[in-house]
């Protein structure tokens, strides 16, 4: 294959990636899961949390492929200047290996009281970890490709709130399990607007790929 072939293979391999994200991004509507769980009469709910756990493992692990792709495809960009040894082995240590949670399990064990709170806190500290880990992977990232002409940026990108633990459960304690309602409102609400951010930032990060591209192959 020629080195502009390979180019060319590499590009696509990143849109293909970043195409997923109709399926793995998918935004799920907080009222309509609350209706839908009222008017099933509970059963719904499972659907739900089992969703929101599959949706959260099919976009970690998606992240994980483009963040190898984007070192493999900045190496490529850099030809004979290489990336500097330091630079690349930075970037490597920021993919970040995924930690699945099991959808169907989780789902179901949400049929007790207790594991709904620990499902609920560790689906919103995942996604802290997850942006906190994207945004040092992402910096990094814009660093290395301002030396071909990058214009990218991190200004929208942050990271979702973090909420104590022990705030958490006392307030949990407090409205006698109510607030669990509030929690879930946002779970949903921090990874629908995650999903939006990076959506923007992954464009961006295309747009420059292909440009970086179309320069080399003049």
């Known amino acids: 294959m020629s080195w502009?072939?390979?180019?060319?293979?590499?590009?696509?391999?990143?849109?293909?990636?970043?195409?997923?994200?109709?399926?793995?991004?998918?935004?799920?509507?907080?009222?309509?899961?609350?209706?839908?769980?009222?008017?099933?009469?509970?059963?719904?709910w499972f659907l739900m949390i089992y969703l929101l756990i599959k949706r959260r493992n099919a976009h970690f692990s998606s992240q994980e492929k483009l963040e190898a792709l984007i070192l493999r495809k900045l190496r490529q960009l850099n030809g004979d200047k290489q990336l500097h040894c330091n630079d690349a082995m930075n970037l490597t240590k920021k993919i970040d290996p995924i930690c699945f949670r099991d959808a169907p399990v989780w789902a179901l064990s949400t049929i007790l009281v207790v594991p709904v709170f620990y499902v609920l806190y560790f689906l919103s500290m995942d996604l802290q970890k997850h942006e906190e880990h994207e945004t040092e992977f992402l910096m990094e990232t814009v660093s290395l490709t301002k030396d071909?002409?990058?214009?990218?940026d991190l200004k929208g990108f942050?990271?979702?709130?973090?909420?104590?633990?022990?705030?958490?459960?006392?307030?949990?304690?407090?409205?006698?399990?109510?607030?669990?309602?509030?929690?879930?409102?946002?779970?949903?609400?921090?990874?629908?607007?995650?999903?939006?951010?990076?959506?923007?930032?992954?464009?961006?990060?295309?747009?420059?790929?292909?440009?970086?591209?179309?320069?080399?192959?003049?």
């Open 148 to 152: 071909l002409g990058s214009r990218m």
């Open 158 to 218: 942050t990271v979702t709130k973090k909420f104590a633990f022990d705030r958490y459960l006392i307030i949990s304690i407090i409205t006698c399990g109510f607030a669990a309602v509030y929690w879930l409102y946002r779970i949903f609400n921090d990874y629908n607007r995650h999903f939006k951010r990076q959506w923007k930032l992954e464009d961006e990060l295309l747009m420059f790929f292909k440009s970086a591209d179309h320069s080399e192959a003049k």
């Open 4 to 44: 502009k072939e390979q180019m060319k293979q590499m590009l696509i391999e990143i849109e293909k990636n970043i195409g997923s994200r109709r399926v793995t991004d998918r935004v799920m509507w907080f009222s309509m899961w609350i209706l839908l769980s009222v008017a099933s009469f509970g059963i719904a």
